[in-house]
């Protein structure tokens, strides 16, 4: 994921409630939602095997982010797409889990994880001193860390925390937040070592190129009943929806 929500005991209807881009070079391949054999739901990339985020039946999920450091990084590091089917097969808290995925791959390139059991979520990355249970409310992630407030953080956060204060309950409304095809104006932008035209380009939320963009959205949310809603819609190179993947299940009992 390059950007992804979260929205924790904020919404009347849903305790929980995550939306997330996929952004991606075009060329590398990928799977739609479906479900696993191992038991849980997410999308597949099918060059390194892993996943950019997932959801057990039992309430499970995890969501992972690159962190933007260009001469850090290494080619011949593992992917850190096996970062969200570890915590989802790990049996312990939120806490211990993220713990567990983060030292597992301290060496690696630099990437966030967010994992979460129900409405309790915990953050953490290689590039910070420990992971950090995140508090009621809104919180956003790009490939900085945790609330780092760059433009198209600001921006989504606070359409996801108008969202909420309308109980909205439509994940299409979710999905067209996630739509922001925006871009930052030069003197917003973040400086992080890439070139200003890639820097303006990844500025937008929704971001459209032939070579590199966002490859899907996904929303999902967890109401009051334990059931949860989820939604994948994946696009072209030119922005255009090709397809989406809609489920809705109420959480197993462990």
Not at 221 to 226: E, G, P, S, V
Request: glycine share 10%.
């Amino acid at each position: 994921m390059c950007l992804a929500l979260v929205a924790l005991r904020t919404h009347p209807h849903y305790p929980l409630v995550v939306a997330a881009n996929r952004d991606e070079f075009h060329r590398r391949p990928a799977a739609a939602a479906g479900w696993w054999p191992e038991g849980w739901l997410a999308g597949r990339d099918l060059q390194a095997g892993g996943t950019w985020l997932g959801v057990t039946p039992a309430g499970r999920w995890a969501l992972v982010t690159n962190v933007r450091e260009p001469g850090r990084h290494d080619p011949r590091a593992p992917s850190r797409g096996t970062l969200v089917p570890r915590f989802l097969a790990h049996d312990g808290d939120a806490a211990s889990g993220v713990a567990a995925a983060v030292d597992s791959a301290a060496a690696g390139n630099g990437f966030n994880l967010i994992g979460g059991v129900g409405a309790t979520a915990v953050w953490g990355s290689n590039r910070a001193p420990e992971p950090r249970t995140l508090v009621p409310g809104i919180h956003g992630l790009s490939n900085a860390q945790l609330d780092t407030p760059w433009p198209k953080l600001r921006r989504s956060t606070a359409a996801l925390r108008q969202w909420c204060a309308n109980g909205d309950d439509s994940l299409d409304t979710l999905l067209a937040l996630l739509d922001d095809r925006e871009r930052a104006p030069d003197d917003e932008l973040p400086a992080t070592g890439i070139p200003v035209e890639w820097e303006r380009r990844l500025s937008a939320p929704f971001i459209v190129g032939d070579d590199y963009g966002t490859r899907c959205s996904t929303v999902f949310a967890l109401d009051h009943d334990r059931t949860l809603e989820f939604v994948e819609r994946s696009f072209a190179t030119d922005g255009t929806p090709t397809g989406d993947v809609r489920l809705r299940f109420r959480l197993q009992q462990r």
